[in-house]
């Protein structure tokens, strides 16, 4: 089945710094997405991307569709402490039926 | 509310006993999915519905698994003989249609003892 890898686990971030994290298949997608969970709650939409080559931003947060489709990027810039939690990047493509493969998560720490 | 609505937020049962989550879509939203998420996992696929049918129900682990929706808009996940491993947060998604974005509702943990 398909498989998304999430890198890299967790990191602890310095409140200021930017964060980079990534997301690999062996299959190929026609949309990747980004979601951010904090605990206790469901996972909230961050950023869709729809095209291979695509950069989008969202406020402080870029992400990238790989250009072989097999591939996505999410950047934080100038973190802040409520950027703490667990993303997670999810694929989609119809041939798959219309559900979502999510990657296994990266968890975001403050430094203290 | 506005989001995706899923009720109980907690559930404990003891083994053997059947239990049913519902979920409240979007208002207007004709996908909604429901996902398994094991501790410090991502979610999992369960099964999909496209108004009131179930087009695909290939995620479910078993035949105790069952969910409906029978006027297109509210769901109900219902797993028979609950056993241990059957305990994890399960969580519900909605999509205006199956190419949409989907959005969550903030889940049911359910603890079997």
């Known amino acids: 089945g398909q498989q998304l890898n999430q890198s890299p686990q967790s990191m602890f971030i310095q409140e200021g710094e930017d964060v980079s994290m990534n997301c690999t298949s062996s299959?190929?997608?026609?949309?990747w997405l980004w979601y951010k969970q904090d605990p206790g709650e469901g996972p909230v939409l961050l950023i869709a991307l729809y095209k291979a080559g695509e950069l989008t931003s969202n406020g402080r947060l870029t992400a990238q569709f790989g250009i072989t489709r097999k591939d996505s990027f999410l950047n934080i810039s100038a973190s802040i402490p409520s950027d703490v939690g667990i993303y997670f990047c999810?694929?989609?493509?119809?041939?798959?039926?219309?559900?979502?493969?999510f990657g296994a998560g990266t968890i975001l720490r403050v430094k203290s | 509310g506005a989001g995706v609505s899923q009720s109980p937020r907690y559930k404990v049962a003891k083994r053997g006993q059947d239990v049913a989550l519902r979920c409240d879509p979007i208002?207007?939203?004709?996908?909604l999915f429901w996902y398994q998420q094991a501790l410090g996992q991502g979610p999992e696929f369960l099964t999909y519905f496209q108004n009131e049918a179930q087009l695909d129900k290939s995620g479910l682990p078993s035949d105790r698994f069952f969910a409906e929706r029978p006027e297109g808009s509210v769901s109900t996940l219902k797993i028979q003989r609950t056993q241990q491993e059957d305990s994890a947060v399960y969580l519900c998604?909605?999509?205006?249609?199956?190419?949409?974005?989907?959005?969550f509702g903030d889940g049911t943990r359910l603890s079997i003892l």
């Open positions: 208002s207007g939203h004709v996908s």
């Open positions: 299959s190929i997608f026609n949309t």
């Open positions: 999810a694929g989609h493509r119809s041939e798959y039926g219309n559900k979502l493969v």
């Open positions: 998604a909605s999509s205006q249609n199956s190419n949409q974005p989907q959005h």
